[in-house]
């Protein structure tokens, strides 16, 4: 499999493909200790937190995510009114309730930039706060594929999750559950844009170089 099916830099439009692994290196580049992952452990912590996700992902019966909300007894709602662009959904606990918030203004800033249906990127939005809930009901994938070390200095020595891989997991069960043809922070991304995508190219370098590594378990 390859991360980028074809670079042309020399096309004024560049024409981008990603896979699953490439956009959860992506993702995991995001990490505060991404530069603290031996290049060899990569691979690990990607295909770890992707199969996790789609293992999580059957384990529910294939219905909505509006039933399964209900299901689980999740309150969502959809907030029109903020101005929040980054951010699509959150989740929040407390010990009498559960409740999804969905930001119908980011999501929509998506759906023009990539005409997207609206109704879909809510779909995924809800989804990735299932998969938040759910794990937190059972061990989390960070904890599961292990620390890294962090500091090593004298003997002294500080260790680290990758949390990222969360995020991972969760776009691989909004993934594998809407039967998508890409994780869906392939939104996150401009792939057609010739100005935009030159640091997606550097990055799939980087990444492919990276995924000639070796792969170390933990
Ligand atoms: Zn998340």
Request: contains cysteine; hydrophobic residues 40%; charged residues 25%.
């Amino acid at each position: 499999m390859h991360a980028i099916s074809s670079i042309n830099t020399n096309v004024e439009t560049t024409q981008m493909e990603a896979d699953d692994r490439f956009l959860a290196y992506l993702e995991l580049r995001k990490d505060t200790f991404f530069h603290k992952i031996p290049s060899q452990k990569i691979r690990y912590y990607i295909d770890g937190a992707l199969a996790y996700g789609k293992r999580l992902a059957a384990t529910q019966d294939f219905v909505s995510a509006t039933e399964l909300c209900n299901r689980l007894d999740v309150t969502v709602i959809k907030d029109t009114e903020s101005e929040m662009r980054t951010v699509r959904g959150s989740l929040e606990l407390t010990k009498k309730d559960q409740t999804i918030r969905i930001y119908h203004q980011s999501l929509l800033q998506i759906a023009r930039h990539h005409n997207v249906p609206l109704a879909q990127l809510e779909e995924a939005a809800l989804l990735h706060e299932i998969f938040h809930l759910l794990e937190e009901q059972t061990q989390s994938v960070s904890e599961r594929l292990g620390q890294i070390n962090t500091l090593q200095f004298l003997g002294f020595k500080r260790r680290a999750m990758v949390r990222q891989t969360r995020e991972i997991a969760a776009h691989a069960f909004v993934k594998e559950r809407m039967q998508l043809p890409y994780l869906p922070n392939y939104w996150d991304y401009s792939w057609n844009e010739g100005n935009g995508s030159e640091e997606l190219i550097a990055i799939g370098r980087e990444f492919q170089s990276r995924m000639e590594e070796p792969v170390v378990e933990l």
